[in-house]
């Protein structure tokens, strides 16, 4: 017994004084530095995304329609120019000329809104509200906005119709859109749930918090998208550059194709991130795959989960 206890003394003094040179090698190469600035830009991290938090909170409480908090910074308002609808119930199949409209924009504070497909040439609107929501074209730019409870609204779309801009900001609610056909796609989220049947989009920018987004099947060229306490999962193509920025929500991507059409560069705080051949997980960890491919794909995750799955359909 004594024997043990002297060999098991020894040996804490052999690791103790390992651990000493250990300190003061990694001090002198700059350790203190390291740990220094991870601590540091961590938790700022972690305070940006509670700042983003914050707002959103702020915004479902009804302090304002603003959805700075979700990117560039705008300031909804009904157009005095053009008829607010009120309480009650409107229906016109026929209501914009598709002819007249090369861009959509559409806003809401709550509600549910449909947009689906049509066989008709026109825009057509289906409305049973209990707040009040406004339609009108200015400069071939159709837009939908509510900052009420929008109660139900239907927008029906040709199906041939191709658009160059779509900007959808929801605050709360629930979105269902069976087709998005355009040139630059822009989607900004708080709490609300939204399901997209089918997208193809040159480029997309999704800004979310709080929220669950769907995308069933895209075709999309560019991908930009920040969230924050959001479960977001994407099916389809793309086949430009990708951007995935998050924290504090799931992130899940089935891509058609091989995963080495990507390079990746992977930055995870506290989150973890899987794709084929390469699980990223803990505190600070930094990851590079270089595939010599021509698209780049950037990953960074903050308290939360990462999954890329490659499929051949």
Not at 18 to 32: E, K, R, Y
Not at 111 to 130: M, T
């Given at each position: 017994m004594k024997k043990f206890t002297i060999v098991s003394l020894i040996t804490s003094g052999v690791m103790l004084l390992l651990g000493i040179i250990m300190v003061i090698i990694g001090v002198t190469t700059g350790?203190?530095?390291?740990i220094r600035s991870f601590i540091f830009d961590e938790t700022r991290t972690i305070f940006d995304h509670l700042n983003t938090g914050w707002n959103i909170v702020q915004q479902e409480m009804g302090f304002g329609f603003s959805t700075g908090f979700m990117g560039d910074h705008f300031t909804v308002s009904y157009?005095?120019?053009?008829?607010?609808?009120?309480?009650?119930?409107?229906?016109?199949?026929?209501?914009?000329?598709?002819?007249?409209?090369?861009?959509?924009?559409?806003?809401?504070?709550?509600?549910?809104?449909?947009?689906?497909?049509?066989d008709a040439d026109d825009i057509g609107i289906e409305w049973n509200g209990v707040g009040k929501f406004q339609y009108y074209v200015e400069?071939?730019?159709?837009?939908?906005?509510?900052?009420?409870?929008?109660?139900?609204?239907?927008?029906?779309?040709?199906?041939?119709?191709?658009?160059?801009?779509?900007?959808?900001?929801?605050a709360a609610g629930d979105v269902e859109v069976e087709s998005i056909k355009a040139e630059e796609t822009m989607i900004y989220l708080g709490a609300c749930d939204m399901t997209v049947d089918w997208l193809e989009t040159d480029n997309l920018k999704i800004e979310t918090g709080a929220c669950s987004l769907d995308i069933l099947n895209g075709t999309v060229g560019n991908m930009d998208a920040s969230y924050s306490a959001s479960e977001i999962t994407y099916q389809g193509?793309?086949?430009?550059?990708?951007?995935?920025?998050?924290?504090?929500?799931?992130?899940?991507?089935?891509?058609?194709?091989?995963?080495?059409?990507?390079?990746?560069?992977?930055?995870?705080?506290?989150?973890?991130?899987?794709i084929p051949g390469c699980h990223v997980a803990g505190w600070s960890q930094n990851t590079t795959v270089n595939n010599s491919a021509s698209k780049e794909m950037s990953i960074t995750s903050s308290m939360g989960n990462v999954e890329v799955i490659f499929s051949t359909r």
């Amino acid at each position: 017994m004594k024997k043990f206890t002297i060999v098991s003394l020894i040996t804490s003094g052999v690791m103790l004084l390992l651990g000493i040179i250990m300190v003061i090698i990694g001090v002198t190469t700059g350790g203190i530095r390291i740990i220094r600035s991870f601590i540091f830009d961590e938790t700022r991290t972690i305070f940006d995304h509670l700042n983003t938090g914050w707002n959103i909170v702020q915004q479902e409480m009804g302090f304002g329609f603003s959805t700075g908090f979700m990117g560039d910074h705008f300031t909804v308002s009904y157009n005095d120019n053009y008829s607010v609808y009120t309480t009650g119930r409107y229906t016109d199949p026929l209501a914009v000329s598709a002819n007249e409209v090369t861009d959509i924009e559409i806003y809401m504070t709550a509600g549910d809104l449909d947009i689906v497909e049509s066989d008709a040439d026109d825009i057509g609107i289906e409305w049973n509200g209990v707040g009040k929501f406004q339609y009108y074209v200015e400069d071939h730019t159709l837009y939908v906005i509510s900052l009420d409870d929008l109660g139900d609204l239907t927008i029906s779309l040709p199906e041939d119709l191709e658009i160059k801009t779509y900007q959808l900001s929801a605050a709360a609610g629930d979105v269902e859109v069976e087709s998005i056909k355009a040139e630059e796609t822009m989607i900004y989220l708080g709490a609300c749930d939204m399901t997209v049947d089918w997208l193809e989009t040159d480029n997309l920018k999704i800004e979310t918090g709080a929220c669950s987004l769907d995308i069933l099947n895209g075709t999309v060229g560019n991908m930009d998208a920040s969230y924050s306490a959001s479960e977001i999962t994407y099916q389809g193509h793309i086949t430009g550059d990708a951007d995935f920025r998050g924290s504090m929500g799931d992130l899940e991507l089935t891509i058609y194709g091989d995963s080495d059409q990507f390079n990746y560069n992977i930055n995870s705080a506290l989150g973890n991130v899987d794709i084929p051949g390469c699980h990223v997980a803990g505190w600070s960890q930094n990851t590079t795959v270089n595939n010599s491919a021509s698209k780049e794909m950037s990953i960074t995750s903050s308290m939360g989960n990462v999954e890329v799955i490659f499929s051949t359909r």
